[in-house]
């Protein structure tokens, strides 16, 4: 069984930071890529950032560049989305996931957490 667990939400002000985890059970975090993506209210899943298996790639949505970094920790099993100067308009649930490929696309991950929420006011 597949369980990806993430942590660390919360309401915050602008210009604040948040670090998110997601912790992945041991058999399923080897050899594959994680992925962070967020829906608002209202709106479609987008993708926010993935990154390789064991971590030499990384990707970001445009918006998010230079203010968020991933990174994984294969030993804890566990990636992680360090989000910095956070905007009202990063305010959305945001979702671990596991695929296979370095991708944007959600429907090229098989599992997702449950998501956690991040408020960021202004």
């Known amino acids: 069984q597949v369980q990806l667990v993430e942590s660390g939400g919360g309401l915050v002000q602008a210009g604040d930071s948040l670090r998110l985890s997601c912790a992945a059970s041991?058999?399923?975090?080897?050899?594959?890529?994680m992925g962070w993506f967020r829906q608002a209210p209202g709106k479609e899943r987008e993708f926010v950032s993935a990154?390789?298996?064991?971590?030499?790639?990384?990707n970001y949505l445009d918006s998010v560049k230079g203010r968020f970094t991933i990174s994984r920790d294969n030993a804890e099993n566990k990636v992680y989305l360090q989000m910095n100067s956070l905007k009202p308009e990063d305010t959305a649930v945001y979702y671990c996931?596991?695929?296979?490929?370095?991708?944007?696309?959600?429907?090229?991950?098989?599992?997702w957490g449950q998501g956690t929420q991040v408020t960021v006011s202004s």
């Open positions: 996931a596991l695929g296979e490929v370095l991708s944007t696309r959600a429907g090229r991950y098989n599992y």
């Open positions: 041991r058999r399923t975090f080897s050899s594959y890529t």
């Open positions: 990154i390789s298996w064991p971590g030499s790639n990384t």
